[in-house]
């Protein structure tokens, strides 16, 4: 599927509008209703131009089958998800007629054929009952799931259909999950401030049984699940800001040559070509990910250092100045110092270096959790969305990284049972060997890196302590023979008595701003995890189980990553620390 498709169109993540519309919509409203969905896609494209629009349509009879006319005359790819066999799906239209229009339609899409529920086999979804009525409605959550936006051709009332327009939406805006008994069960972010919840509503009338409705006239509106503006003529501005976000990201990622990805992914060489494409495709997208991440942090490195370094280099310019006589040259030297550091802090703000590298770095370990999950069989895609809870807590607009995970999901599609091979693949390469200090794995990623900031936060420590003794003795040396020190000895001994505590003061705060201590819990947290996932997993050969573990330890590891961006996210560079 992806093979074929140009380098700039495989890296852009696209804005997916999914569709739930009644299947018996009044003959007389399909102008009007034409009308207004393809004023809304041309007005998405002209307010999104970098992220490409795509159709999420099961292509069911009615206004499934409108949606995608409109989307497929503005050239917009369609995916068609199916939530039974297609020979099966076709057996609920109407006609030949509507089978020929299927066919037509479905012509040179995406099809992703929906596997079956857990404990529900083909004969039972074959023949009307709960069992079919159950797979309508997980289709329906199928394609809320994985649409930035919903299109709802709907009349506006409750129905209690199972899997009908209205439970769709009610799921979409206050994700209560319909279970197949007509009980609403609530979804995994029923509490938080979910961004998914977005939806374009044409109200438009229905044909009933037994007689006709009136048409009424045709109108549109945005509903959201906030209880601030659930209904407004206007996209919100937060669900702008997300939006245009994505479109920042296919920016920079259409930038990134063939050849200038500094990391080729999570596989290597044959395990790459061995690996079934829907996989592929999701470590496609966290090289992408993880190299620009890469990219912004060698920036944004660049900025600390240079911007602490400067405020040595102020300190001590200082200090000469007001220790030795009539150098006024010093104050010039000063005030540049300290223009370069503005300089400096306005292009690392100007060029968002912190926010960039935070939200890549955390977009690609969200993939590499997503990436793990689907290649051990944790989640391959065919429910509710797995990464739903990820960074809910944190700033609302990090919802544009929930974003590209469900196009990721969207365009990887149904993952194939890898087995156990996939299984041993994941524990091999997630998690490594304890035992291995140089192979694969967060184990020895994470017991690195604790290292690395316990050293760092040691040296702080003993630099600082060194400062301050050091100082000590050089002011008891000027106490106890100042007056007797030849002058230039004297000017040596004042400057270093301004400078150690410069020295040390500097270090510590550079030290804070990366978070050194705080980090290393974070950092032993994550080790010891997955060193006790690891012996969970040698002790048990249930797949079942060794699966429940992975789902658990990429809960922790997305957890983790959450609180590494909050963290990092109130320690921005600030020129007022000059």
Not at 206 to 217: K, V
Not at 393 to 421: C, F, N, S, Y
């Amino acid at each position: 599927m992806e093979g074929e498709e140009p380098l700039e169109s495989r890296r852009a993540v696209r804005l997916t509008i999914g569709v739930t519309a009644h299947r018996d919509l009044l003959a007389e409203q399909a102008p009007a209703i034409r009308v207004l969905l393809r004023s809304f896609f041309l007005d998405l494209q002209r307010q999104f131009p970098a992220t490409p629009l795509q159709a999420l349509c099961p292509l069911a009879e009615g206004g499934d089958r409108l949606f995608a006319q409109v989307a497929v005359e503005l050239g917009i790819p369609l995916v068609v998800p199916l939530p039974l066999p297609r020979e099966q799906y076709a057996r609920d239209f109407a006609d030949a007629a509507s089978r020929e229009e299927f066919a037509a339609l479905i012509r040179g899409a995406t099809v992703l054929e929906l596997p079956m529920a857990a404990g529900v086999s083909l004969p039972q979804v074959s023949r009307d009952g709960a069992a079919r009525d159950h797979a309508y409605a997980r289709l329906g959550v199928f394609v809320s799931s994985h649409s930035q936006i919903l299109v709802a051709l709907w009349d506006g009332r409750r129905s209690g259909l199972v899997g009908g327009t209205d439970q769709i939406v009610r799921y979409r805006l206050y994700n209560l999950y319909p279970d197949h008994s007509g009980v609403h069960l609530p979804g995994p972010t029923v509490i938080a401030d979910d961004e998914n919840d977005l939806t374009f509503h044409i109200r438009c009338a229905r044909g009933q049984s037994g007689g006709r409705a009136s048409p009424g006239r045709v109108t549109a509106m945005w509903l959201t699940g906030s209880t601030d503006h659930p209904r407004t003529d206007v996209m919100p501005e937060r669900y702008v800001t997300i939006f245009s976000t994505t479109g920042d990201y296919n920016r920079e990622a259409a930038r990134l040559g063939p050849d200038r990805c500094d990391t080729i992914g999570l596989l290597r060489g044959e395990e790459c070509r061995a690996c079934p494409p829907a996989v592929r495709r999701i470590d496609h997208a966290f090289a992408i990910a993880d190299t620009l991440a890469n990219r912004y942090q060698r920036r944004l490195n660049f900025a600390l250092r240079g911007t602490y370094l400067i405020a040595i280099l102020m300190g001590g310019v200082y200090v000469c100045y007001s220790t030795l006589p009539r150098q006024h040259v010093l104050l010039y030297a000063f005030l540049g110092l300290f223009v370069a550091g503005y300089l400096l802090y306005e292009r690392a703000r100007r060029r968002q270096w912190h926010r960039r590298y935070l939200d890549y770095r955390v977009l690609a370990e969200g993939l590499r959790v997503q990436f793990y999950w689907g290649l051990a069989g944790v989640d391959n895609g065919d429910g509710r969305f797995a990464l739903e809870s990820f960074l809910q807590k944190q700033d609302p607009d990090l919802g544009w990284i929930r974003h590209v995970m469900r196009d990721v999901a969207l365009r990887a599609g149904i993952l194939p049972d890898t087995g156990t091979e996939g299984l041993e693949f994941t524990v091999r390469h997630w998690i490594g060997d304890p035992g291995d200090f140089e192979g694969p794995g967060q184990v020895n990623y994470y017991r690195c890196k604790a290292a690395q900031r316990l050293h760092l936060h040691r040296l702080t420590e003993r630099l600082g302590t060194a400062c301050l003794w050091s100082g000590m003795a050089v002011a008891a040396t000027l106490a106890a023979a100042g007056t007797q020190l030849p002058p230039p000895a004297h000017t040596v001994l004042l400057l270093l008595l301004g400078l150690l505590p410069l020295v040390a003061a500097v270090r510590a705060a550079y030290s804070h701003k990366r978070a050194d201590k705080e980090l290393i819990k974070q950092y032993r947290f994550m080790e010891h995890a997955f060193q006790n996932a690891h012996r969970r997993l040698t002790v048990t050969a249930n797949p079942a189980e060794k699966r429940e573990v992975l789902r658990l330890l990429g809960a922790a590891a997305l957890d983790e990553h959450a609180e590494w961006i909050l963290t990092h996210r109130e320690r921005p560079p600030e020129h007022s620390k000059l």
